[in-house]
């Protein structure tokens, strides 16, 4: 949630900012100051009128005192009882709509952000190896993955419908593998600590992070008796809220944990787009990664939180490349992001399997994070989180990039552990 005395202070700088978002970061911004300067005005008459109730009680008792008559200003006691009454449910309301409005303003992205409206306009700041090349037409993972036996989109569309899976033998162990292979690594060699969260979530959580209000059409919402629950879209969500509410000591941070959850996104407004196969899906594996940091080391943070997710490719033998994301691309609660996209000659393109953002303060204000500094001042923390990475996309790279001349698909080495040492998945 965006400070609201930083724009109250600095209007111009911080709409400047939100301008490389587009007119409608920009739109909010004036509606947020609007409601916010209507507040205040509303906040003032009540305490002026609380003022005044208070002089008059105090004259009425005065009066009262002295034996002299004070029905005059018992008259005018009851009337502004009354009206504050009527101006405490104004400023109320007010002040919930300016909370309403803050939660739907984006992040100002910060000054190193590039400007530019689309993905076209992100810059490539870092590649490793190179394409692999093949002696046939290279097959995309759905043909490969069907023939192997070890995807089944048919069974998934009986049981749940479009964007769904079922992984069957190879396919199941090596989605299996890989979740291990992520969680070891980053536990082991990263310093993360593991966790594993609730898949479902409270609306505050959801709040807490950014999801809501203004994706709740994206997530999958559970009615339930004591409020709403809604389906993890991604385990930043549980893992980020781990200490909603909580004010940490400085020597507590920074904060690293690593966990995997099923992630369950609709996709409500990306009807018609990667429909074919595991690039867009209702339901995919990942394992996330979540630091909670000081303010004064965030953007370092960033860096490092970049380079655990990029090791994964490396490890892995795949070629990739990392983009600083434009403003106008970035996603709503993000101040800085890299996208780190995996290629997969199947689709021939290359494929998104982690974003690493930092969001700076904005999701610590949702949720009240906060930690004490050395001059006893509370301070709010610093979040990030990162795909460490996305395993549906991943899956996805192996098979396109392990094929074949005769349909089975050699992975790489560094799952050999994971699967007793058998590398080749044959038809």
């Not at 911080?14 to 978002?21: D, E, N």
């Not at 509410?245 to 690593?258: C, G, H, N, T």
């Not at 199947?346 to 610590?364: H, I, K, P, T």
Request: charged letters at 30%; aromatic letters at 8%; glycine letters at 8%.
């Amino acid at each position: 949630m965006i400070d609201i005395r930083r724009i109250r202070d600095d209007a111009a700088a911080v709409k400047a900012r939100l301008a490389l978002r587009g007119p409608a970061a920009t739109a909010a911004a004036d509606e947020l100051l609007a409601a916010d300067s209507a507040w205040r005005s509303d906040l003032q008459r009540y305490e002026a009128l609380q003022a005044e109730k208070n002089k008059i009680s105090k004259e009425i008792g005065a009066k009262k005192k002295a034996g002299q008559p004070a029905e005059d200003l018992m008259a005018r006691s009851s009337q502004l009882s009354a009206e504050l009454e009527a101006a405490r449910k104004d400023t109320e309301a007010r002040e919930l709509a300016v909370r309403d409005l803050a939660l739907r303003t984006p992040n100002p992205p910060h000054e190193s952000v590039p400007p530019g409206t689309s993905a076209e306009d992100n810059v490539e700041v870092a590649r490793w190896g190179a394409p692999p090349e093949f002696p046939f037409a290279p097959r995309d993972h759905v043909a490969l993955g069907t023939a192997l036996g070890a995807l089944d989109f048919d069974a998934a569309a009986k049981i749940s419908g479009s964007g769904f899976v079922v992984y069957r033998g190879a396919g199941a162990r090596l989605e299996r593998a890989l979740i291990n292979f992520l969680l070891d690594l980053h536990t082991r060699e990263h310093g993360y600590a593991e966790v594993s969260p609730p898949f479902i979530i409270l609306r505050d959580a959801m709040i807490g992070t950014g999801q809501l209000p203004k994706f709740e059409e994206d997530m999958y919402r559970v009615p339930d008796e004591g409020g709403d629950l809604f389906l993890a879209p991604t385990a930043e969500v549980p893992v980020t809220n781990l200490h909603r509410e909580e004010i940490l000591k400085e020597s507590d941070l920074p904060r690293r944990y690593a966990a995997y959850t099923p992630c369950f996104r609709r996709e409500a407004g990306s009807y018609g787009k990667d429909t074919r196969g595991m690039i867009r899906m209702h339901q995919f594996d990942k394992v996330e990664l979540v630091k909670i940091v000081h303010p004064d080391r965030s953007y370092e943070e960033l860096e490092s939180l970049r380079r655990n997710a990029e090791t994964v490719l490396e490890r892995l033998g795949l070629h990739y490349r990392t983009v600083l994301l434009c403003a106008g691309d970035m996603g709503f609660g993000a101040a800085k992001c890299y996208d780190i996209e995996v290629w997969a000659p199947g689709q021939n393109r290359y494929l998104e399997v982690s974003s690493c953002s930092n969001f700076e303060d904005f999701q610590a204000r949702r949720m009240n994070l906060r930690f004490k500094g050395p001059d006893g001042k509370n301070r709010f923390c610093h979040t990030l989180n990162g795909s460490g990475t996305a395993l549906a996309r991943l899956f996805v790279a192996l098979l396109e990039n392990g094929q074949q001349p005769d349909g089975s698909v050699r992975l790489p080495e560094a799952l050999g552990p994971y699967l007793n040492g058998e590398l080749l998945i044959r038809p």
